[in-house]
């Protein structure tokens, strides 16, 4: 288990799920919930459509953990990736 940005512990073999916060990436990480794997989401979670649906999407999971980050930000990009090392990622931001 490596410590997770979000305080939490994930495991080795976590997915980092980008665009977790959109349409097709909530259903993706849920989907990886559903298998017992470890997720870690990321979305700069914009406003692109209604953010108050994008929030609910993400307290849906208490063992969830998330990072509000903007993929263009490449300093913390590298951050979450350094701290996490995903063993996959799906990459659905857009
Ligand atoms: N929804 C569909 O029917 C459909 C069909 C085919 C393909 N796709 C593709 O699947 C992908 C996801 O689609 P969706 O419908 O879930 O979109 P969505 O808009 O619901 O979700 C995309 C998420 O990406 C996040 N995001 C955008 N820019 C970001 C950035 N710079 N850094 C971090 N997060 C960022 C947004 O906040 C949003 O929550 C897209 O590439 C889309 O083209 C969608």
Redesign the pocket.
């Known amino acids: 288990m490596a410590p997770s940005p979000g305080g939490g512990e994930v495991g080795l073999d976590a997915h980092l799920v980008?665009?977790?916060?959109?349409?097709?990436?909530?259903h993706v990480a849920e989907r990886l919930f559903a298998h017992g794997d470890d997720v870690i989401g990321?979305?700069?979670?914009?406003d692109?459509?209604d953010v108050g649906l994008?929030e609910a999407r993400l307290a849906r999971h208490p063992g969830y953990r998330h990072e509000r980050?903007?993929?263009?930000d490449g300093a913390a990009e590298a951050r979450v990736f350094d701290e996490v090392a995903p063993a996959r990622v799906i990459h659905?931001?857009?």
């Open positions: 980008t665009g977790a916060a959109g349409l097709i990436g909530q990321l979305d700069v979670t914009n692109y459509y994008k980050v903007d993929l263009a659905l931001a857009a």
